[in-house]
């Protein structure tokens, strides 16, 4: 038993987190279908499928520094639930709550990718096919914000003690990006 423990705190102590891509595993190899266009477009010459198309597809990644779901939350679906499918305010209210006492600079990444309908791929013979992809992304970062600043625009600007004071936010950074893209590719091998 002690081996174990001591095997997996040494494992743990060693292993670093490994930040990829996103939909890297549904995105590559000849099963990718119409999913692997956007990161190896020859996939679709080579595809295991006649025809592919996507209905609908979607991803979603949010991650902070600043903000806490209160434990059990998401085991009990409580986003889903009376009031909160209505009002963003009582969802903050009773199941989001801030950090205290933060010392280090605010940071958040967000990330949303939409493969939108109808995208498709057929193989047109036994080396070639057409397909039309549809999808945006959008990337959001926050870095450097003053976790005051950031209890101020999570209190919606409403604690008045928080006016008149001011507030260090010395490099902070915030950056969005959308894009879309449309892609309609004829290949052949």
Do not use: H
């Amino acid at each position: 038993m002690k081996i174990r423990l001591l095997f997996l705190i040494g494992l743990s102590l060693i292993i670093k987190p490994v930040i990829g891509q996103e939909n890297t595993g549904l995105a590559s190899g000849n099963y990718s279908g119409v999913s692997g266009i956007w990161m190896n477009p020859a996939n679709i010459v080579d595809s295991r499928y006649k025809f592919d198309i996507a209905v609908f597809g979607s991803e979603s990644y949010f991650d902070n520094n600043f903000l806490l779901i209160k434990n059990g939350t998401l085991l009990r679906k409580l986003f889903s639930k009376e009031p909160y499918n209505s009002s963003f305010s009582a969802v903050k209210q009773d199941l989001l709550f801030p950090v205290q006492g933060l010392e280090v600079p605010v940071k958040a990444y967000a990330s949303s990718e939409w493969q939108l309908p109808l995208s498709f791929l057929a193989t047109t013979g036994p080396q070639s096919a057409i397909s039309l992809n549809m999808r945006n992304r959008s990337v959001m970062t926050v870095e450097n914000l003053n976790p005051e600043t950031a209890l101020m625009l999570f209190n919606e600007l409403q604690n008045s003690e928080s006016f008149n004071q001011v507030q260090n936010n010395d490099g902070f950074q915030f950056n969005f990006l959308n894009w879309r893209g449309l892609t309609l590719l004829m290949e052949e091998f």
